[in-house]
């Protein structure tokens, strides 16, 4: 079964420092999602894209958090500067549509620690 | 806004017991309603969804009614195992938000023993 793929697994950073996610959805989803998951909480949506066009980005911290999806297939989450409240998993999906129902399917995750 | 509230864990179960983890919403209009699973080091994976009122999601032995009445998504199941061990999400996703974006619980950590 085809996976959305994710890289790095583990990232541990300095504050202050940038850091990058990337994510690769399954074939042919149009919609992408980053979530991030504080340990003991839900994930939370950060960024929707369809396509390559951003469809929700209400939830993003746009001061120091960017996320861009240029060619409409695989995507990258960008936080300069990081900081300690930032230490989290970050969790990418994908679907076949922005339709409601559409099922979402999710990576393994980039679980990150800003030290 | 939308909301889901889940009951607290861990849930520490024997192997066979029955399992039930509550799961009330808060949503307007008539959301669809999800159960994720998380095992560790993970993703999550979509175990069941029900999208409109008395309607039952089921996989793998576990099942879960939409009750609109009570806004609820009860997980259950009959049997559980030590493979289920896992955190389990209730998720909503409500049309008149658009865009198929889930709203999470905060999860409910089971563990199954021997």
């Known amino acids: 079964e085809a996976e959305v793929a994710q890289s790095p697994r583990y990232k541990i950073t300095e504050k202050s420092q940038a850091v990058a996610f990337w994510c690769d959805p399954i074939s042919g989803h149009a919609t992408l999602y980053w979530y991030r998951q504080i340990l003991g909480q839900g994930p939370e949506l950060l960024v929707q894209?369809?396509?390559?066009?951003?469809?929700?980005d209400s939830q993003l911290p746009k001061d120091r958090f960017s996320a861009e999806r240029l060619k409409g297939v695989d995507s990258t989450l960008k936080i300069q500067p990081a900081e300690l409240g930032d230490s989290a998993m970050y969790l990418c999906a994908s679907s076949y549509s922005v339709l409601n129902n559409s099922p979402l399917h999710f990576g393994n995750g980039t679980r990150l620690t800003v030290t | 806004g939308d909301s889901v509230t889940q009951m607290e864990g861990p849930v520490t179960l024997s192997e066979e017991a029955f399992l039930t983890i509550n799961c009330t919403y808060t949503a307007t209009g008539y959301p669809s309603l999800f159960w994720y699973v998380q095992y560790p080091g993970e993703g999550l994976q979509l175990l069941l969804k029900?999208?409109?009122?008395?309607d039952k999601g089921s996989n793998k032995g576990f099942e879960a009614t939409y009750r609109k009445e009570t806004t609820s998504f009860h997980l259950e199941k009959g049997s559980v195992q030590v493979s289920d061990s896992a955190v389990y999400f209730c998720?909503?996703?409500?049309?008149?938000?658009?865009?198929?974006?889930?709203?999470f619980g905060t999860g409910t950590q089971l563990k199954v023993e021997l």
């Open positions: 029900a999208t409109k009122a008395d």
């Open positions: 998720a909503l996703s409500a049309p008149e938000g658009g865009g198929n974006k889930l709203t």
């Open positions: 894209f369809q396509d390559e066009s951003v469809v929700d």
